[in-house]
T-cell receptor, first 113, second 109 residues
Framework: IAGITQAPTSQILAAGRRMTLRCTQD?????MYWYRQDLGLGLRLIHY???????GKGEVPDGYSVSRANTDDFPLTLASAVPSQTSVYFC????????????FGPGTRLTVL | GQNIDQPTEMTATEGAIVQINCTYQ??????LFWYQQHAGEAPTFLSY????GLEEKGRFSSFLSRSKGYSYLLLKELQMKDSASYLC??????????FGAGTTVTVRA
C-alpha cells in the first residue's frame, strides 16, 4: 500500500506557465487537502474536498484550482504560475470522521522563475 | 479563524526532556493535533487531544486545556532522531486543520 503519492517530486517552472500537481491516495479516504508550506509561515490550506465531487476554498486559494472527479485523485492546478507560488506543496487525506487524522504525501517542491 | 502560537526554536541535550507549548484562539474548537516533520519530509501524525488532560504515547505525551487555549507536547528521553520540526494544528468545525508555524527542536549530544 503506497498511501499518498504526489508527482512531480520537484519542478522548475517559468512564470506564466500552467502546471498541474498530481495527488493520488489508495486508502479510500473521503477527504483530501492541498497545503503549501513556506518558511516561517507553516502549512496553509489552499483547497480541500470533503468527498468526491465537492471542493472548497481554504486559507490561500487565489491562483489555484482543484477538481475531485473520483475518490482517489485530487489534482491542483496553477493556471498561470507566479514567483510567489514558489513553495513546497503537500497533499493530505483523511477518512472524514470526527476523530480525523490527516496523512500527508511526500510533497512537491515547486520553483517559479 | 485561528491564531496559533508556538516557539520558533528549542535546543536540548540527548536524554533530556523538552516541552513545546502551543496556544491558540478559536471560536469552535474540535481537536488539537501534533505532527512531527523531519527536514525535507512530510509531516507525520504524533498525537490528538480533544478532551482536557494528558495523552501518553511512549516517550511522547500531549496535554490539552481547552479553557486556557493551551497545549503542550512533551518529549522525554530525547534521542538524536527527535531533531525535527513539531507542528501544532487545531481543528475548528469540520475536517480542516489550521497549523502553527512549527517549532524546530535540535537535539545535541
Amino acid at each position: 500500500i503506497a498511501g499518498i503519492t504526489q508527482a512531480p517530486t520537484s519542478q522548475i517552472l517559468a512564470a506564466g506557465r500552467r502546471m498541474t500537481l498530481r495527488c493520488t491516495q489508495d486508502m479510500r479516504h473521503n477527504a483530501m487537502y492541498w497545503y503549501r508550506q513556506d518558511l516561517g509561515l507553516g502549512l496553509r490550506l489552499i483547497h480541500y474536498s470533503n468527498t468526491a465531487g465537492t471542493t472548497g476554498k481554504g486559507e490561500v486559494p487565489d491562483g489555484y484550482s482543484v477538481s475531485r472527479a473520483n475518490t482517489d485523485d485530487f489534482p491542483l492546478t496553477l493556471a498561470s504560475a507566479v514567483p510567489s507560488q514558489t513553495s513546497v506543496y503537500f497533499c493530505a487525506s483523511s477518512e472524514g470522521t470526527s476523530a480525523d487524522t490527516q496523512y500527508f504525501g511526500p510533497g512537491t517542491r515547486l520553483t517559479v522563475l | 479563524g485561528q491564531n496559533i502560537d508556538q516557539p520558533t526554536e528549542m535546543t536540548a541535550t540527548e536524554g533530556a526532556i523538552v516541552q513545546i507549548n502551543c496556544t491558540y484562539q478559536t471560536s469552535g474548537f474540535n481537536g488539537l493535533f501534533w505532527y512531527q516533520q523531519h527536514a525535507g519530509e512530510a509531516p507525520t501524525f504524533l498525537s490528538y487531544n480533544v478532551l482536557d488532560g494528558l495523552e501518553e504515547k511512549g516517550r511522547f505525551s500531549s496535554f490539552l486545556s481547552r479553557s486556557k487555549g493551551y497545549s503542550y507536547l512533551l518529549l522525554k528521553e530525547l534521542q538524536m532522531k527527535d531533531s525535527a520540526s513539531y507542528l501544532c494544528a487545531v481543528r475548528e468545525g469540520d475536517y480542516k486543520l489550521s497549523f502553527g508555524a512549527g517549532t524546530t527542536v535540535t537535539v545535541r549530544a
